[in-house]
C-alpha cells in the first residue's frame, strides 16, 4: 500500500473504521459509489473486498480507482436485494453513505439481503446522514430533487433516516448494536455537491412534460445559486454485529 492509497481514504471513513477489526477479513462494502469506503477497507488490509454497486459508471470508475489493489478487491454490478454472494460468506460489512439513497422498500430489500450473506460474528458498519435540521437551506433543494424523481420514477431519490431508526431495523434483523459515533458534525454540503444534486433534478426532467421540468430545474438552479455552500446536519455511523453461533 503506498501513501498515495492512504491519502485518499475520507477522513470519515477512517474514522468509521478505526474500531473495527478489517484486517484479513472478507468485507462487503454495498453501495461502491466513487469508492472511498472499498479505498478505506483496502487499505486497511482487508483480505478480500466485494464491492457492490447497481451502476456500471460507479463500477468503472471503484476498479479503476483501486487498480493497485485488484488481487483483493471483485467489484460487481448487481442489486444489493439479491446480492450474487453466498449465504453467510461476509466477514464486515460497510454501508457508507448508501441507505440516505434507498427508499424504505428498497433499505428492507437490501438490510434483510445483507444480512443474509453475512457470516455468524459479522460486523455491520452503517454510516449515515441524519434528517436535516428545519432551517436547512439545502433541505430545500432535496425536496425539489425528490420532486422531481419522484414523479419521473416513483420514488424519491433521498430519504435521511434517523440512526435510532436503522438500529431498530438492523435489531429486528438480529444484530446487536455495538456503538454509534459522529463523523461530521456540521455536513459541509459544498458548491459541487449542491450541484451534483441539482444535476439529478435536470436528469429527472427529460422524462418530465417540458413545462413541469424547466420549472424543477429553474426552481435548483436558484437554490444552489442562492445557497452557494451550507454547513448543517450531522453524519453518523453506527456499528453492529451478529452472534456468533
Ligand atoms: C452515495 S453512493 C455510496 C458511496 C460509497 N459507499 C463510497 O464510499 O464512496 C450510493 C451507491 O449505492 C448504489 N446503489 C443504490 N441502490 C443500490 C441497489 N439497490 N443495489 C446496488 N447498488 C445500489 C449506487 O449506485 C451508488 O453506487
Redesign the pocket.
Known sequence: MGRDDQSSVPET?ETALADRPVEGRVCL?A???????TAGLLAAGAERVYA????PE?AASVRERCRDHADRLVVIE????RTPLPDGSVDLVTA???CN??DPP?LEG?AADLTRVAAPDCHLVVDDYAPLPEDAAVADLFAVENAATELATGRPMLTFYPASLLRYLFDGLGWTFDRERTLLDPVPWTASHLSAHAAVTVDAADHLPVALGDALVERAERLVESIGEEFTGRMYSLAMRLPEQ
Open positions: 471513513v462494502e453501495g461502491a459509489g466513487v469508492g472511498n469506503a457492490v454497486t447497481d451502476d460507479h448487481g442489486d444489493l436485494r457508507h453513505g448508501l439513497v434507498l428498497a437490501v
